[in-house]
């Protein structure tokens, strides 16, 4: 069997997932399908008449006017029909190309995360570049296109078919064996274009992650290392590409030179007929221009459907991300609001999916509202996983994480309860913007004076020193900042988010200790009701803090101590 019963489900679920895309665009390209059978209709009309022209030129000698100025009509409807079917499959494109790869990033965006990344993201860029143009390009072009030319090949075969029944079905005979070879080479076509997509976006992958990490290869001497790397994966590229193209320009070559003998016969038999007073002169202009409007589509046909393959290949990688797991979030303000300034551990256990070791073991520990504290100890102990299960990205195997408010109200620690607690994670997490960009993100409603206040509990005052204040732009990761300035900014835009709960992961790593020392005095004086939960290796850090959490890679909570 060309296809199993399994794989023709999957090529028909992926179908239907690329027509629920096109919601919101179908009615233009049914447009632009309309008015290619217009523009077919004129190119028949316009056989017809230049085939009735020429014969009345040749036996009667009759007036032309009537007949050049209907050649003249047709011909303008083909240009104006083609002019308006460009400009409606353009519009299109782009507009589907941003809806499905807004859709798609949202969901890769959203996913539920499980204690790493699926796929590298050069991978996913590349899904949402290069795929999604190549599934938008499908749907707006491709697939109309295709319904088009089908439709010119039917109508030219009826036309062909009125004049002479024994050369149409010669011409047509040509295409159960291009079916035959199609169906033949679309499954092998669908894994190497898969493989293809595959190995295009490792290299992509090395691409970004080197761009991205271009000093520190620099600085250990690697750049001849990753120039290898990247050789051998376009290496892999390119032989799979070859590979393709052997077996899709062989299967080609072969219904080409089909296509090629159906016109070399109808042109010599119309030859001899026009010798022998068969057929007119207007007639065999009529059977060539037919077999070429029957040619022409099949051999476009031949070209579409390795498209096509390569298209399905696309939309499964897009299926892929598309169907990830998400995270569920609730709009119910019960749950959603930033009243939560307490977070309660009750008897938790977590490992990760692929884990062999428990990072928490039955761990129960209350942080108070308005309190400070410090989580400490060995690296892999299992203390930014806390955070990560505070934050809702991870779920505990057993036991309860709950969130809770002066009244007592709790809730689950979930996606939807982030919006009470603020993170800073440790390095830079600064976006490629302006501060003012990075600080209020599109609460435009700030102040001024709320920026100017959480800079300075950030001590971040050196904002105001730089040339351009807060409209100086960061680079990608915050270039054109040093680590510590950057540290100090995502703390400020922490402040100005609305969450009571603020957890802090090795926030002063790049900090002077005078820095260090007036940013915790500043933070634990000026928090105000916020919770504050820090994870630390520095001794002067936590003695500044209400509580201290000791942690050891037994999962075990070894120490509390209150400073209070």
Sequence with gaps: MLFDKKSLSGILNTIIWMWRQMAGYRVPVFASVFIGLVRIVASLLFIWISKEMIDAAVNSGADLKSYSLALVMTLGVEIICSAFQGYIDVRTEVGLRNTLRGNIFRKALNGRWFGKERWHTGDVVNRLEEDVRVVADTLCHLMPGTVIILAQLVGAFIFL??????????????LPLFLLMSAVMARKIKKLTSDIRNSDSRVQSILQESLQKRIVIIALSRAGYILKRLDEA????????????????????????????????????????????????????????LVGLIQRPTADLSRRLPAMIHAMASADRLVEVYNVE???????????????????????????PDGKRNILDNFSYDFRPGTSTAIMGETGAGKSTMMRIMLGLLRPENGNVTLYDENGDTVNASASSRQGIVYVPQGNSLLSATIRENLIGDNVSLSDDDIRKALYMAAAEFVYELPEGLETKCGEGGEGLSEGQAQRIAIARALLNRGRIMLLDEFTSALDAETERKLMNRLTENAGDKTLVFITHRAEIAEQCDNIVYMNRKTELDEKIDNA
């Design 326 to 352: 998400q995270e569920e979030i609730s709009m119910d303000d019960h749950v959603s609001g930033s009243r939560w300034n307490g977070i309660r551990f009750e008897n938790v256990t977590f490992r990760y």
């Design 234 to 289: 376009q290496g892999i590229l390119q032989d799979k590409v070859m590979k393709r193209n052997k077996f899709t320009t062989t299967s080609r070559t072969a219904v080409m030179a089909g296509f090629a003998t159906g016109y070399l016969t109808a042109f010599i038999w119309g030859v001899h007929n026009l010798q022998a007073g068969v057929v007119t002169f207007g007639m065999l202009s009529a059977f060539l221009q």
């Design 161 to 174: 078919w009125t004049m002479n029944r024994s050369l149409a079905w010669v011409i047509i005979c040509i």
